[in-house]
């Protein structure tokens, strides 16, 4: 490729790169203030959180894309741009998955720790902030790393609006070139390695918000396979 057809290619990476921190923070903050209602002492809290959870899950993100940039302008008159746009889309999208990981890791707390906040005359807001999230959190990242992957995946659907993203350079590179098999090649390459880069700096995350916590980073199957076995009496066999 030329340089000219190189410096296309960055810049979709350039754009990629902000769709995804964008799209991100959005359902970041989604998935947390959604996922802590659901778990509200209030039904009808939860009943509202939940119908959000459901109706972004159960509707494409393609299709949710589609209607913010095209059908949002019509209805209401906002017209966005489409970073914007896509940022919008895929945030309450993504939050919607993200608010169930928030949601589940809030219920496996141990009661016992609920209680004690309780018998400390702790305000729910209090409980939260103090006992729950700094036990929850550590356990959110591996599903929050799968789910920041799949977030990536998803920005190539922001073509559709001609958005420059790395997906819609890659194509017009392959017009331009007309070889698909050399320019596809670099664009999955360049997607591995921004989600191995993804990858890995989340697992520094989990490893450092465990060590806060005093849980080994790991597989629960890991660590039953570093655990020493015993005899049965109390002493652990060599």
């Known amino acids: 490729m030329t340089s000219g057809l190189w410096e296309l290619v960055l810049k979709g990476v350039w754009v990629t790169i902000q769709l995804l921190v964008c799209s991100a923070l959005l359902a970041t903050a989604v998935s947390f203030v959604v996922g802590v209602l659901r778990t509200h002492r209030l039904w009808i809290v939860r009943f509202l959180a939940g119908l959000y959870t459901e109706v972004f899950r159960g509707t494409s993100a393609l299709v949710m894309i589609f209607w913010v940039y095209f059908v949002l302008p019509i209805s209401f008159g906002w017209q966005l741009v489409p970073l914007w746009a896509g940022s919008l889309a895929l945030g309450l999208t993504y939050g919607a998955y993200g608010s169930e990981i928030v949601r589940g890791a809030l219920n496996a707390v141990d009661p016992a720790q609920k209680e004690g906040g309780i018998a400390l005359s702790f305000t729910p807001w209090q409980r939260m902030r103090l006992i729950l999230l700094p036990q929850a959190v550590p356990e959110m990242i591996p599903p929050f790393s799968n789910l920041l992957i799949e977030l990536l995946k998803g920005t190539?659907?922001?073509?559709?609006?001609?958005?420059?993203?790395?997906?819609?350079?890659?194509?017009?590179?392959?017009?331009?070139?007309?070889?698909?098999?050399e320019i596809y090649t670099v664009v999955l390459l360049i997607y591995f390695a921004i989600a191995f880069l993804l990858t890995r700096g989340m697992r520094g995350l989990e490893r450092k918000l465990k060590a806060g916590t005093g849980k080994p980073v790991g597989s629960s199957a890991d660590q039953e396979l570093s655990r020493p076995e015993t005899t049965g009496v109390g002493g652990a066999v060599a």
Not at 158 to 172: E, P, Q, T, Y
């Open 156 to 181: 190539a659907l922001v073509s559709i609006m001609g958005m420059g993203d790395l997906a819609f350079s890659g194509n017009l590179v392959r017009l331009a070139l007309q070889e698909s098999a």
